[in-house]
């Protein structure tokens, strides 16, 4: 179908083919199946899974490992009925006419559009930071860049001691390599676990032969066309093979800025999704909005990680197919460190209190973050059934009993009133 300007005209576009637009996708023409949909996305790939890239992708050596892709990639996209444009680039919105210009020179209109762009690494700006085996790490591209340069007594120094910077740390040193972590904070993963957690990881990963180093300020990454050495402002010198930079993300929003949609780090949102322009929506990394705590009515706050992208995408194809409203739900965030199992949940960034429960097993605790007495985030090391009950609890927002939360012959789900 063509409208007027003879561009190619879709009921539904969605920018960003990654898990969350291409959840939506499928989505929208499970609920319409006459539905004419359109999905943009820039990588080589459809839609694959992005928690590998920094486990098993970067340990296939060999390179011939192939992205695990979803949802039966273009093949099954076209049997649903998606249009993919990939790889292609979103390269200008025009919420007037409502059109999107392509990188291919193409044009195509939409009735109501879906940006998940999700988020781009942060660059460190010192010198040397464009040398040859500096890396990021987003794409499957750039995973099997890094695994290029694992083996062996590799000399590896990883900038960021957050989620993507441990992972890495902990997946290379199974490669044999001699890895060093450099965190500009005083303690790891300071943004997302409390400090018990972050001590406890510490020594896991001394234990593993990762080199830590706290309040570290990189000054300069040396080399002539490859990085050999990493250089801090306390003038200590680190030779390396290769640097890996994980510093954080920042979200996306250069269409969304061209569409004139509010921005405050990520593209602001409504409960359902829907930005500024009441026909553009946005979901993922990219998006900013309410969490839907009745203790926190006002609270808003971008989600980056895989499952709440997941789905977010489902919730905006809903409201955008007029088949459902949003559903609230509580993000959830996991990562392997070694043999150990991370789990995140909730909010805890808003907690008036922690309770701590030590396990039963070695190895293994939980922290129940409180607002007010009840459940408002949780965090579990080594123990998944714990975390199953508390998320059970974090729906309901719960009240804790302290007295039972703490006392590890008490079955963990009676803390919870």
């Known amino acids: 179908m063509r409208n007027s300007t003879d561009h190619q005209l879709f009921d539904f576009v969605i920018v960003g083919a990654g898990p969350c637009g291409t959840a939506a996708a ?37 390179g011939e490992l192939p992205p695990k892709i979803l949802y039966g990639g273009l093949q099954g996209l076209s049997t649903l009925g ?14 007037i006419e409502k059109t999107i210009t392509l990188a291919s020179n193409q044009t195509i209109a939409y009735s109501k559009l879906l940006l998940a762009t999700g988020s781009a690494p942060r660059r460190l700006n010192v010198p040397g930071a464009g040398l040859q085996c500096v890396h990021y790490l987003r794409t ?3 995973a099997r860049s890094i695994a290029a340069c694992l083996g062996p007594a590799k000399k590896i120094v990883i900038i960021g001691g957050g989620f993507i910077g441990l992972e890495v740390a902990a997946t290379a040193r199974r490669a044999g390599c001699d890895v060093t972590v450099l965190e500009a904070g005083d303690r790891l993963l300071a943004r997302g676990v409390p400090n018990i957690i972050s001590a406890r990881l510490t020594e896991k990963f001394k234990q593993e032969g990762v080199k830590l180093i706290f309040n570290a300020s990189v000054s300069a990454l040396q080399g002539s066309e490859y990085v050999t050495g990493v250089e801090l402002s306390d003038g200590m010198k680190l030779p390396t093979d290769a640097v890996i930079i994980g510093i954080g993300n920042i979200p996306t929003t250069e269409l969304a800025l061209k569409a004139g949609l509010l921005i405050e780090d990520g593209i602001v949102t409504n409960h359902d999704g829907r930005t500024s322009d009441p026909d553009i929506y946005a979901a993922g990394d990219v ?29 905006c ?7 459902g409203e949003a559903e609230g739900f509580s993000p959830w965030i996991w990562s392997d460190q070694f043999d150990w199992d991370l789990q995140i949940a909730g909010h805890g960034e808003l907690a008036d209190e922690s309770v701590i429960r030590e396990g039963n097993a070695p190895d293994t605790i939980t922290v129940l973050q409180l607002y007010q007495g009840r459940l ?27 007295s039972l939360a703490i ?9 919870f009133i």
């Not at 444009?85 to 200008?92: L, R």
């Not at 965090?379 to 009950?389: C, G, K, R």
């Open 407 to 415: 006392d590890r012959s008490s079955r963990f789900k009676y803390a």
């Open 376 to 402: 408002i985030g949780l965090v579990s090391l080594n123990d998944s059934l714990n975390m199953t009950v508390g998320r059970r609890a974090l729906k309901s927002n719960a009240e804790v009993d302290v």
């Open 140 to 142: 499957f591209e750039e």
């Open 26 to 62: 499928v989505e929208i023409a499970k609920s319409i199946p006459d539905a004419k949909i359109a999905l943009v996305g820039g990588e080589p790939h459809p839609a694959y899974e992005r928690p590998l890239l920094s486990k098993s992708a970067l340990l296939d050596l060999s």
């Open 82 to 95: 998606v249009s993919t444009y990939i790889p292609d680039f979103a390269t200008d919105i025009n919420p």
């Open 287 to 315: 998006a900013r909005g309410p969490q839907g705590l009745s203790s926190h009515p006002n609270y808003t706050k971008r989600l980056e990680a895989w499952d709440p992208a997941m789905r977010q995408g489902v919730a």
């Open 317 to 323: 194809a809903k409201v955008m197919s007029g088949k």
